[in-house]
């Protein structure tokens, strides 16, 4: 696990000095691979690529990077694993190679050589961000893995074009001139995450997931500007094309069947995900899927799994007991680090750096802090992440579940039906929902604002519709400028929850999820994997009927069905708790002058980016305890917080605010 840069040049724009910026891109990026750098550069062709090392596998001089190719064709600066790589080093040499070292580096430049860039790209399992450069045809290629777990990012400059891992390299580039899209703002505030189709800088843009964009000089000729050069990336694997095989060719094998082949899938998962050539662990929680990824390392390993969880003062938001119940039971060597709310607090300060294009999902704070913890005692840590994703693991699931019926009759019917939940909803909702001789289920459905959400749901005229109604921070209009929301590429299905899943693995998961991970894993010099995320789990995962993932009111059902082979279910069967941290009650208490300092009225104008009255008005609700509008209002923080750090207007550093209420607790 790495970090890569890399500058191209417009034919004419040649020089030693405009590429020497590779220094700088590069040094930027030292957190993502602390164990050495390298360079290399073609002044005549304008190119220049550098690498920030975290050696993993082949921690010799060997695996350094760039690296060339045996024939000297192609330079790699390469970030990710390639988990099958001893398999295809074997298959390259029997057709005649032969290496060096043991990287799987090397295997990836001779299976370009050998099969070409996209067949290669077909055989591999594993996670990856590169830039390739072809000495040959003079072009570069850039590539990302399936899913999107590692980041790429790519701007046009003065004098051509620069990628890299994170936007700190981008903007270490002399002749980069940053400017805030007013879309990725309102994206941001929408959703608490910066789409792929966006960034916050213009000019900028994160190559898509699966994505390879191939530019020579021709290419980038043409390209006036980011969105030209986006338009140019193709795929190399379909989730969509994934998606609908899977749903034509739908496992018809029983239950146990299903189970067992999914055990087997994610053994080999697991398995491949525990080569390393230094000290790996894994994250527990003690849900289901931490829980899972930990008891198949257990059962695969000669020694106790070194496993690590965060404890928190807040019982409502602490999991350690049970991680610590299923620790004991599978014999990892666990170590728990507790903390205090102002221990959590105390990172805030560090988003803006850790995060560099504004990141609004609270869990963002202990897995920056579970991240820390285990890179105290191992280099790669395995995570549960896709779990939900891959096998329908959030409330939206089970609701849509529901609804599934509803929502296939006529748009008149429930446009009827969402009227009288909304009328339910209101006035004497509570006293007629007490004399109802009604179901504990659906009395506790019919409390609070839940109906009236319900209502709100059923009324989407799309199943695009509920999903964003579903996901969406709030329905306030809090910017100056809208989301752009692009064309739904979603493909059509046959039931409410595939749409919903395909959409969470198509945006939530590589936006939000895999961004959270990367970004607080790296920022450590930790290398976290994801066997949940394996290729071959979400090709099986998409064959699985919906009932093998939603059954009795429940998601991951079949993933459960796996973990009990392990594990008894007493020490994992209860409501789903989420990693977060309470937001709502800090800002109220000791974050409530550092919030009220970054949402100051005039502060917020002089901007230019959001409605200052109705963000005043929505903190002042959320502040005098009328409505929780913490999500929001986290994502905004966020972003006020993202530009101090970037030279916008700011009033008093959030770390001068912060300490004296740290030292309160």
């Given at each position: 696990?790495?970090?890569?840069?890399?500058?191209?040049?417009?034919?004419?724009?040649?020089?030693?000095?405009?590429?020497?910026?590779?220094?700088?891109?590069?040094?930027?990026?030292?957190?993502?691979?602390?164990?050495?750098?390298?360079?290399?550069?073609?002044?005549?062709?304008?190119?220049?690529?550098?690498?920030?090392?975290?050696?993993?596998?082949?921690?010799?001089?060997?695996?350094?990077?760039?690296?060339?190719?045996?024939?000297?064709?192609?330079?790699?600066?390469?970030?990710?694993?390639?988990?099958?790589?001893?398999?295809?080093?074997?298959?390259?040499?029997?057709?005649?190679?032969?290496?060096?070292?043991?990287?799987?580096?090397?295997?990836?430049?001779?299976?370009?050589?050998?099969?070409?860039?996209?067949?290669?790209?077909?055989?591999?399992?594993?996670?990856?961000?590169?830039?390739?450069?072809?000495?040959?045809?003079?072009?570069?290629?850039?590539?990302?893995?399936?899913?999107?777990?590692?980041?790429?990012?790519?701007?046009?400059?003065?004098?051509?074009?620069?990628?890299?891992?994170?936007?700190?390299?981008?903007?270490?580039?002399?002749?980069?001139?940053?400017?805030?899209?007013?879309?990725?703002?309102?994206?941001?505030?929408?959703?608490?995450?910066?789409?792929?189709?966006?960034?916050?800088?213009?000019?900028?843009?994160?190559?898509?997931?699966?994505?390879?964009?191939?530019?020579?000089?021709?290419?980038?000729?043409?390209?006036?500007?980011?969105?030209?050069?986006?338009?140019?990336?193709?795929?190399?694997?379909?989730?969509?094309?994934?998606?609908?095989?899977?749903?034509?060719?739908?496992?018809?094998?029983?239950?146990?069947?299903?189970?067992?082949?999914?055990?087997?899938l994610l053994r080999q998962a697991v398995r491949e995900r525990m080569v390393a050539d230094v000290p790996i662990g894994a994250f527990l929680s003690g849900g289901i899927d931490s829980s899972t990824v930990v008891a198949l390392m257990q059962a695969q390993s000669s020694r106790p799994v070194?496993?690590?969880?965060?404890?928190?003062?807040?019982?409502?938001?602490?999991?350690?007991?049970?991680?610590?119940?299923?620790?004991?039971?599978?014999?990892?060597?666990?170590?728990?680090?507790?903390?205090?709310?102002?221990?959590?607090?105390?990172?805030?300060?560090?988003?803006?750096?850790?995060?560099?294009?504004?990141?609004?999902?609270?869990?963002?704070?202990?897995?920056?802090?579970?991240?820390?913890?285990?890179?105290?005692?191992?280099?790669?840590?395995?995570?549960?992440?896709?779990?939900?994703?891959?096998?329908?693991?959030?409330?939206?699931?089970?609701?849509?579940?529901?609804?599934?019926?509803?929502?296939?009759?006529?748009?008149?019917?429930?446009?009827?039906?969402?009227?009288?939940?909304?009328?339910?909803?209101?006035?004497?909702?509570?006293?007629?929902?007490?004399?109802?001789?009604?179901?504990?289920?659906?009395?506790?459905?019919?409390?609070?604002?839940?109906?009236?959400?319900?209502?709100?749901?059923?009324?989407?005229?799309?199943?695009?519709?509920?999903?964003?109604?579903?996901?969406?921070?709030?329905?306030?209009?809090?910017?100056?400028?809208?989301?752009?929301?692009?064309?739904?590429?979603?493909?059509?299905?046959?039931?409410?929850?595939?749409?919903?899943?395909?959409?969470?693995?198509?945006?939530?998961?590589?936006?939000?999820?895999?961004?959270?991970?990367?970004?607080?894993?790296?920022?450590?010099?930790?290398?976290?994997?994801?066997?949940?995320?394996?290729?071959?789990?979400?090709?099986?995962?998409?064959?699985?009927?919906?009932?093998?993932?939603?059954?009795?009111?429940?998601?991951?059902?079949?993933?459960?069905?796996?973990?009990?082979?392990?594990?008894?279910?007493?020490?994992?069967?209860?409501?789903?708790?989420?990693?977060?941290?309470?937001?709502?009650?800090?800002?109220?208490?000791?974050?409530?002058?550092?919030?009220?300092?970054?949402?100051?009225?005039?502060?917020?104008?002089?901007?230019?980016?959001?409605?200052?009255?109705?963000?005043?008005?929505?903190?002042?609700?959320?502040?005098?305890?009328?409505?929780?509008?913490?999500?929001?209002?986290?994502?905004?923080?966020?972003?006020?917080?993202?530009?101090?750090?970037?030279?916008?207007?700011?009033?008093?550093?959030?770390?001068?605010?912060?300490?004296?209420?740290?030292?309160?607790?």
């Amino acid at each position: 696990m790495c970090g890569i840069a890399g500058i191209l040049l417009f034919p004419g724009a040649s020089g030693s000095a405009r590429l020497s910026a590779i220094e700088r891109m590069t040094g930027s990026l030292r957190h993502r691979g602390p164990d050495g750098e390298g360079f290399w550069s073609d002044q005549s062709a304008g190119i220049a690529l550098g690498h920030r090392r975290l050696a993993i596998v082949d921690l010799t001089a060997a695996g350094r990077q760039p690296m060339l190719s045996r024939s000297g064709r192609f330079v790699i600066t390469y970030n990710g694993e390639i988990y099958n790589f001893p398999a295809l080093r074997r298959d390259l040499q029997a057709l005649g190679h032969s290496f060096q070292g043991g990287s799987d580096t090397e295997v990836l430049l001779a299976g370009f050589e050998q099969w070409g860039i996209e067949a290669t790209l077909r055989r591999t399992s594993g996670m990856f961000a590169f830039g390739l450069w072809d000495r040959g045809t003079r072009a570069l290629h850039l590539v990302r893995d399936r899913m999107g777990k590692k980041p790429l990012y790519v701007a046009r400059t003065l004098n051509g074009i620069v990628f890299a891992s994170e936007l700190k390299a981008i903007g270490a580039v002399p002749d980069f001139r940053p400017e805030v899209d007013p879309k990725a703002v309102a994206a941001l505030v929408a959703y608490g995450w910066v789409p792929h189709e966006h960034c916050i800088w213009r000019n900028v843009f994160k190559l898509p997931p699966a994505g390879i964009l191939s530019l020579g000089a021709e290419a980038l000729a043409a390209s006036p500007d980011a969105e030209a050069l986006r338009a140019k990336a193709r795929i190399w694997w379909s989730l969509s094309e994934v998606a609908e095989n899977g749903r034509s060719d739908l496992c018809t094998a029983g239950d146990g069947e299903m189970a067992a082949e999914l055990d087997r899938l994610l053994r080999q998962a697991v398995r491949e995900r525990m080569v390393a050539d230094v000290p790996i662990g894994a994250f527990l929680s003690g849900g289901i899927d931490s829980s899972t990824v930990v008891a198949l390392m257990q059962a695969q390993s000669s020694r106790p799994v070194r496993t690590f969880t965060i404890a928190f003062g807040e019982a409502a938001y602490d999991e350690s007991v049970n991680a610590a119940g299923v620790a004991r039971h599978l014999g990892t060597d666990h170590t728990e680090l507790r903390l205090t709310p102002a221990d959590a607090r105390e990172v805030i300060p560090e988003m803006p750096r850790v995060w560099d294009e504004p990141f609004a999902d609270e869990s963002q704070i202990p897995t920056l802090l579970v991240s820390r913890l285990a890179r105290r005692h191992v280099t790669v840590a395995l995570s549960g992440d896709g779990g939900d994703e891959c096998f329908a693991g959030y409330a939206r699931h089970f609701v849509a579940a529901r609804l599934d019926p509803l929502f296939g009759s006529r748009l008149v019917l429930r446009r009827l039906a969402a009227a009288a939940m909304a009328l339910l909803a209101r006035g004497s909702r509570q006293n007629l929902v007490a004399a109802l001789p009604l179901p504990n289920g659906v009395r506790r459905a019919l409390q609070g604002d839940r109906l009236g959400r319900l209502a709100h749901l059923v009324a989407a005229t799309s199943a695009r519709e509920m999903y964003e109604r579903m996901t969406r921070l709030s329905e306030l209009p809090l910017t100056l400028s809208p989301e752009g929301a692009g064309p739904d590429a979603t493909p059509p299905f046959d039931d409410l929850v595939s749409s919903l899943i395909f959409r969470d693995m198509a945006g939530y998961l590589p936006d939000d999820i895999l961004v959270k991970l990367d970004r607080a894993s790296m920022a450590t010099s930790l290398e976290a994997r994801c066997p949940l995320l394996d290729h071959r789990v979400i090709e099986f995962a998409w064959r699985l009927p919906t009932t093998a993932k939603v059954r009795h009111g429940q998601g991951k059902w079949i993933l459960r069905e796996v973990l009990a082979r392990y594990v008894p279910p007493r020490l994992f069967e209860r409501p789903k708790q989420g990693f977060d941290v309470p937001v709502g009650g800090w800002l109220r208490g000791p974050l409530k002058a550092w919030a009220a300092d970054l949402l100051a009225e005039p502060r917020l104008r002089s901007q230019g980016l959001l409605d200052a009255q109705a963000v005043q008005a929505c903190w002042q609700e959320h502040a005098s305890g009328r409505r929780d509008r913490s999500r929001v209002l986290w994502a905004i923080l966020m972003l006020q917080a993202w530009l101090d750090a970037h030279g916008a207007p700011a009033a008093r550093p959030a770390t001068e605010i912060l300490e004296p209420a740290l030292e309160g607790g």
